[in-house]
Every structure is written in C-alpha cells, then in structure tokens.
C-alpha cells in the first residue's frame, strides 16, 4: 500500500523549477514537536539565541529581530518551506557562535522562525 503525505511536505533539500533556478527548502516542524527538537544556545553578538541543527534545512535561518541593518546584504533568496509555500527572504552575514559551527555565515532572514537560528546540516 502506498503511503500519503497529507501535510504535503517537501522532502528534499532543494527544489529545481523547469527553468533550471534551485531553491532551498527550510524545513520546520508543527509548534507541537517543537519541545522535543534538540536545540542549543549559542550567541549572535552578545545575546544568546536558540540554536537547531537542522539535517533537513538547506541554508541558514536567523531571526529577523537578531540582525542589525548594517548586517543585511540587500539581497533577497527565494526560499521553499517544507509545506511547499514559497517566500523571498532579505539576506544578512552575520557572526555565530555555536556548539555546531562558529563563523561568519551568510543567512536568511525570517520574521517568526521556530528558534533563533537554524543551521543547516553542511554548516556543521
């Protein structure tokens, strides 16, 4: 029998339209599972944020408020979210510091991320 996916979910890591463009998918997770991820802290300048490592997300996801403008690169990426919607996203490099990865990264900016930050797997 074969299974169905009703949350209509994107499984892979990056999604290639016919004109040949690949875009990233950011997984996230329902609200309810959130308490059962395994998340560390970490800093961003000298505030400590919340950090997932993240094996199904394919770039780097910070939380909007954490990015100061002189951070933001004035370009944009279009992103795929695991349910399948697609959202532009302004990019910000900024300095983390993480149990996972320290350095310089180049990320996307979104308004309500589960958690701070959202590392993917080959940033780590």
Known sequence: MKSVQKCHAVLNAEVTLECGCKLPVIADVCQSYKERM?????????RNVSVLRDTGCSTVVVKRDLVNEDQMTGGTETCILIDGTVRRTPVAEIEIETRY???RVKAVCMENPLYDVILETCQV
């Open 101 to 103: 990865y320290s350095g």
């Open 38 to 46: 395994p998340v560390g802290i970490g800093m961003i300048d000298d």
